[in-house]
């Protein structure tokens, strides 16, 4: 099936410094994907959609200047968080959209756990 | 106000008892997808309904559309601690695919 990684899985940092989360499709092209937060016992919010080859579309009240997505090919796409702060702390979870067969579906990543001292 | 709510919030039950958890809106929406979460994890999908009306059964589970498709259920029957996760609606947005995710039910089937 198709495989999405996120690297790391799990990030401390300290307030002030930025933090980059890669998302990478293993076994095929993701024309579109999507950064997701999900804080503790909460549900995942949207926060932005990355296409490759262009800029991302952010999500209302989320930061494109302290949140850089880049989606430089259809394998890979990276969130920055810049001048990370405590209430970055949270759970970023990305997906991949790619053809697969006639049926294009979403395929999560397993999580990047960022805390920010 | 969240698009898709969820309902319970929570869930503790035994071992063995059934359950139903629900997932509302107001909005009609062309298809309806189910997720479930463990901890640390990225959702993973269960299965997505089409049509009015839709049942479908995975092993345990019975997933429901409603007729008028602003609503689903999820039915397990026996549950089994194996279940336990974070149960997730979610509906894809427009021509850009992108996931609107309903408020989530926790559950937790206690040995």
């Known amino acids: 099936g198709a495989v999405v990684s996120q690297h790391p899985s799990w990030v401390i940092c300290k307030s002030g410094t930025s933090v980059k989360i890669e998302c990478r499709s293993l076994?095929?092209?993701?024309?579109?994907m999507f950064w997701y937060r999900q804080f503790p016992k909460q549900s995942l919010m949207l926060m932005a959609t990355?296409?490759?080859?262009?800029?991302?579309?952010?999500e209302q009240g989320v930061e494109k200047d302290k949140f850089l997505i880049n989606h430089a090919s259809l394998t890979l796409s990276t969130l920055t968080v810049t001048s990370a702060h405590p209430e970055d702390s949270s759970f970023y979870i990305c997906?991949?959209?790619?053809?697969?067969?006639?049926?294009?579906?979403?395929?999560f990543g397993p999580g990047t756990r960022l805390t920010v001292l | 106000t969240q698009l898709l709510e969820q309902s319970p919030q929570f869930l503790s039950i035994q071992e063995g008892e059934n359950l139903t958890v629900y997932c509302n809106s107001s909005?009609?929406?062309?298809?309806l997808q189910w997720y479930r979460q463990e901890p640390g994890e990225g959702p993973v999908l269960l299965v997505t309904?089409?049509?009015?009306?839709e049942v479908k059964k995975l092993k345990r589970l019975t997933f429901q559309f409603g007729d008028a498709r602003k609503d689903s259920s999820l039915h397990i029957t026996a549950a089994q601690p194996g279940d336990t996760g974070l149960y997730l609606c979610?509906?894809?947005?427009?021509?850009?695919?992108?996931?609107?995710f309903g408020s989530g039910t926790r559950l937790l089937v206690r040995p």
């Open positions: 997906s991949a959209r790619g053809p697969r067969g006639n049926t294009d579906t979403q395929y």
């Open positions: 076994d095929f092209q993701a024309t579109t």
């Open positions: 990355s296409n490759e080859g262009s800029k991302a579309t952010y």
């Open positions: 909005s009609v929406f062309s298809s």
């Open positions: 309904v089409v049509t009015g009306g």
């Open positions: 979610a509906v894809e947005m427009d021509s850009s695919y992108k996931l609107i």
